[in-house]
């Protein structure tokens, strides 16, 4: 079974880089069932060594924006990323499940309807050797410092040194 596993995660990886040239990934990560990975045309992704996710995982990477995940990071089983300016993720990096990563709100302060997707972004950082508790939220200008502990529930915006 795990070299079945590792065979399919080989062909996701493959085809999401055949899709998109701008990403660079090894293809000998561990991505889980029904994990995806959603990378935008003209968007930049950069995925290091040891990348690995449980079940139903998703990152979106949408146009013009860039991720770059080091290497050694894991992803718990339903997690939500969606990058729309810039998301780094540094090395040995672990997310607990549920967790939900966004670097952009609706712009409601320019009059217009929520529907038009106007958006207000700024870049995510997490430094290296961080853990993140089950079901925190990450909201758009955070920087999550080195060798951190976030703890389950938490909602975060802002400097985390």
Same mark, same amino acid.
């Given at each position: 079974m795990k070299y079945i596993r590792a065979l399919i995660s080989l062909i996701q990886l493959s085809i999401?880089? %055949?899709? #998109?040239?701008?990403v660079k990934c090894s293809i000998f990560n561990n991505i889980g069932k029904r994990t995806r990975i959603n990378i935008e045309k003209?968007?930049?992704?950069? %995925?290091?060594?040891?990348?690995?996710?449980? #079940? #139903? *995982? &998703?990152? #979106?990477?949408?146009?013009?924006? &860039?991720? *770059?995940i080091g290497n050694n990071v894991f992803f718990n089983s339903n997690c939500i990323v969606t990058v729309h300016k810039k998301l780094k993720i540094g090395n040995s990096v672990q997310?607990?499940?549920?967790?939900? %990563?966004?670097?952009?709100?609706?712009?409601?302060?320019?009059?217009?309807?929520?529907? &038009?997707? %106007?958006y207000k972004m700024s870049a995510i950082e997490i430094d290296d050797n961080t853990w993140i508790g089950a079901n925190v939220v990450i909201l758009r200008g955070t920087k999550i410092g080195r060798n951190c502990i976030i703890g389950a529930g938490c909602v975060l915006k802002g400097n985390y040194p």
């Open positions: 999401v880089r %055949i899709k #998109n040239p701008h003209g968007s930049e992704a950069r %995925i290091g060594r040891k990348f690995s996710t449980r #079940n #139903n *995982v &998703e990152i #979106n990477v949408r146009r013009s924006a &860039e991720l *770059v997310f607990g499940p549920g967790c939900m %990563i966004f670097d952009h709100d609706h712009d409601l302060d320019n009059g217009k309807h929520i529907g &038009e997707n %106007i």
